[in-house]
């Protein structure tokens, strides 16, 4: 029978490879991406990943500053995507 450890060393590993999987494929949604809404939300789903890839990372190392990193990630992909769907709607950011 496999310990309690075991079994989160195999989860963070699938976490890993789903995690890194998922990148990849927004990234290449990113490049194929037929309009500049499909590309919008691949770069949305990248920072996701990003994010996600920075918890699994601090949960593996057991250090808390990665959760408060994924914090300012996490904001700053929001603030990002809302500013980038303004300027291609409006083409303006700043009413």
């Known amino acids: 029978m496999t310990s309690a450890a075991g079994f989160l060393d195999i989860a963070i590993i699938v976490a890993f490879a789903a995690l890194a999987i998922g990148q990849v494929f927004s990234m290449i949604r990113l490049v194929l991406g037929p309009s500049v809404g499909d590309r919008i939300l691949a770069l949305d789903t990248m920072v996701i990943n990003a994010l996600g890839l920075v918890v699994v990372l601090g949960i593996r190392q057991g250090v808390q500053i ?7 990630i996490a904001m700053l ?8 769907t303004r300027f291609v709607l409006r083409g303006d950011i700043i009413e």
């Open 66 to 72: 990665y959760f408060e990193i994924s914090l300012l």
């Open 77 to 84: 992909g929001f603030v990002s995507t809302v500013a980038l």
